[in-house]
Nanobody, 119 residues
Framework: QVQLVESGGGLVQAGGSLRLSCAAS????????MGWYRQAPGKQRELVAS???????NVVDSVKGRFTISRDSAKKTVYLQMNRLKLEDTAVYYC?????????????WGQGTQDTVSS
């Protein structure tokens, strides 16, 4: 059974930092692309950052230079380091694993972790 468990969220003041972790189980971690998404109240879920199975990273423009995604295959964990947080970064952050098998995409989501940035 695949499980993605996020941790590290919480309340932080604007300008502060948080590091999110997503621990995976039930998958061969090194085979999967991993991503962090977020959903703010009243908005659609959006991609924040992704890291491929080979380590290639992608970070969306709104967080570029502030957020960093990384992965530790030995720990089967993906991280999102968030610095210089802004009020608009407040959202529920979700971890996702995905893998293209050649015929379909296997995807799994974590349960989400709330991050609140206060002024």
């Amino acid at each position: 059974q695949v499980q993605l468990v996020e941790s590290g969220g919480g309340l932080v003041q604007a300008g502060g930092s948080l590091r999110l972790s997503c621990a995976a189980s039930g998958i061969i971690f090194s085979w999967y692309d991993m991503g962090w998404y977020r959903q703010a109240p009243g908005k659609q879920r959006e991609l924040v950052a992704s890291i491929g199975s080979g380590g290639r990273t992608n970070v969306v423009d709104s967080v570029k230079g502030r957020f960093t995604i990384s992965r530790d295959s030995a720990k089967k964990t993906v991280y999102l380091q968030m610095n210089r947080l802004k009020l608009e970064d407040t959202a529920v952050y979700y971890c996702k694993s995905s893998r293209w098998t050649g015929t379909r995409t296997l995807e799994n989501w974590g349960q989400g972790t709330q991050d609140t940035v206060s002024s």
